[in-house]
């Protein structure tokens, strides 16, 4: 794996660090309050699901991948709030069906990313580095992707707790690239050209396109 397959996870992120809104939250499963974990423990789970994911790549094929993520994604990042995010002040202009689709669009696609990259082990580890506080109650875990012979990679993991617990709200590569960013970049000049349907259309293929290189 290079720093560039890093920098597109996704599983993926936060340039801006204002709260949800309710309606992105109304998006979001609830979850027992007896199954919170600290912010260290919800990353280290991840990190061992994506080591777990590499070690068995083989085994479990592209779709044994995208379920394995799919699940662990749901458990450990916001994916309604940084879908949300990821387009915008355009979010406020859609009626509360195309923010359903597109938040699973935006799911798909980030679980699709981690599917289709991690998909062989060559002895990776991944470690928990520390911890510091950031703006608006928000808690950044600083882990490493330990890599033989090649150099290591910080990911910077932006949380905050609500009522599910602590969840992933922005990833940053090497302390300063912003996945959520880097997502409202991209996505800007298509919903200017047709808007939330021509994106989601657009964000859809890539994820088809990557399922068929793997069938």
């Not at 068995?56 to 949300?84: H, K, P, Q």
């Not at 597109?102 to 062989?120: E, H, I, K, L």
Request: charged share 30%; glycine share 6%.
């Amino acid at each position: 794996m290079t720093k560039r397959l890093v920098h597109t996870q996704l599983g993926m992120l936060l340039a801006c660090a204002c709260l949800a809104p309710a309606s992105i939250a109304e998006l979001a499963p609830a979850v027992d309050p007896a199954t919170k974990a600290g912010a260290p423990a919800v990353i280290g789970r991840f990190n061992e699901m994506l080591l777990d994911l590499m070690q068995r790549a083989d085994e479990l094929g592209y779709r044994g991948r995208f379920e394995l993520v799919d699940r662990s994604v749901a458990e450990t990042f916001d994916i309604s709030f940084m879908a949300a995010k990821s387009i915008g002040s355009y979010w406020r202009k859609l009626d509360d069906e195309k923010k359903a689709h597109w938040v699973r669009t935006f799911s798909d696609f980030t679980v699709s990313t981690y599917a289709d990259r991690f998909d062989g082990y060559s002895g990776q580890s991944f470690a928990i580095v520390g911890e510091k506080p950031a703006s608006h109650d928000t808690l950044v875990i600083l882990t490493r992707l330990v890599r033989p012979d090649k150099d290591d990679v910080d990911l910077d993991y932006r949380m905050r707790e609500g009522d599910e617990g602590w969840r992933v709200v922005d990833i940053y590569s090497d302390g300063k690239v912003s996945e959520v960013a880097l997502r409202r970049s991209e996505y800007a000049a298509v919903l200017k050209q047709g808007g939330i349907d021509k994106l989601i259309d657009a964000v859809s293929k890539k994820t088809a396109k990557r399922a068929a290189k793997h069938s």
